[in-house]
């Protein structure tokens, strides 16, 4: 007896959930979204002898991404995003600012691509910044997410991201950087 009620309570859940009308998505107009998570950078000056021989963890900042939806599964975006990392006792972080493209390959599923203008400087919070090098080069990013949670206009993700990037620094050098975080997103459509 306790068998048959089992299956009949289960089976009336399994029918009652199937029943549960699914709120769709509604992705139009304006986007905007931030990040937060974690990651790991590694730094590599030209001179090096051995380049990205060690890496660092970190935090990421607020990545942020804004733009407009073209259609239901693709947006242009965009993003800022970076992570900070320790130079010689200072904190540093290694920043971009990318147009992106930003397509939905399935309901839930997301990946996105950009290139834009790579960024090197002091940490906001650090003193005496005015001796510091400011930085500036290329940087490429791909990134993939998986929506958890959707509503109307809302989306919370969990995101991983690739960013390569190097900016020019005096004495004809080069700092190359490569960055790869994971996170939970906000998105608003």
Known sequence: MKNLLFIVFTFCALLSYGQNETIQIE????????????GVIS?????????????QFGGTFPNLKFGWMVNDRL???????????EYEGKDRTFDAFMPSVQYWVKDRWW???????????????????EDEDWNFGGAV??????EL???????LD???????GWTNINNNLDR???????????NWY
């Open 27 to 38: 992705r139009k107009g304006f986007i905007i979204g931030f990040g937060l998570g974690g």
């Open 43 to 55: 730094i590599s000056d030209s001179d090096q002898e051995v380049p990205f021989d060690e890496a």
């Open 75 to 85: 947006a242009i975006l965009g993003m800022y995003s970076g992570m900070g990392y």
């Open 111 to 129: 990946i996105n691509a950009g290139a834009g203008l790579a960024m090197d400087f002091p940490a906001f919070y650090e003193d005496n910044i």
């Open 141 to 146: 990013s791909f990134s993939t997410g998986y």
């Open 149 to 155: 949670v959707q509503r109307r206009n809302f989306a």
């Open 158 to 164: 969990l995101q991983t991201q690739l960013q390569m």
């Open 176 to 186: 190359d950087a490569v960055l790869l975080s994971f996170g939970i997103g906000f």
